[in-house]
């Protein structure tokens, strides 16, 4: 299968092929470095994510997981 994945600069993935977007494959890449950042010990509400755009992405915890919003860049 040929997929395309791109990356958004809001923290968001999409994913598609020839037949469309594939919404199982479309986690966001900064829940997924998240998940990464706690299976090595590190609280990732605890981290500043600098996005492409400069914005800063700053984490808060949901019933499901986490969840994240958007500031200016400092």
């Known amino acids: 299968?040929?997929?395309?994945?791109?990356?958004?600069?809001?923290?968001?993935?999409?994913?598609?092929?020839?037949?469309?977007q594939i919404p199982k494959l479309q986690t966001p890449y900064i829940l997924l470095f998240a998940e990464f950042l706690k299976s090595k010990g590190i609280d990732p509400l605890d981290v500043r994510f600098k996005m492409p755009d400069g914005k800063i992405a700053t984490l808060f915890s949901t019933p499901n997981g986490y969840n994240w919003r958007l500031s200016e860049g400092g």
């Open 1 to 20: 299968m040929k997929i395309t994945v791109m990356f958004s600069v809001n923290g968001n993935t999409g994913v598609c092929d020839a037949e469309g």
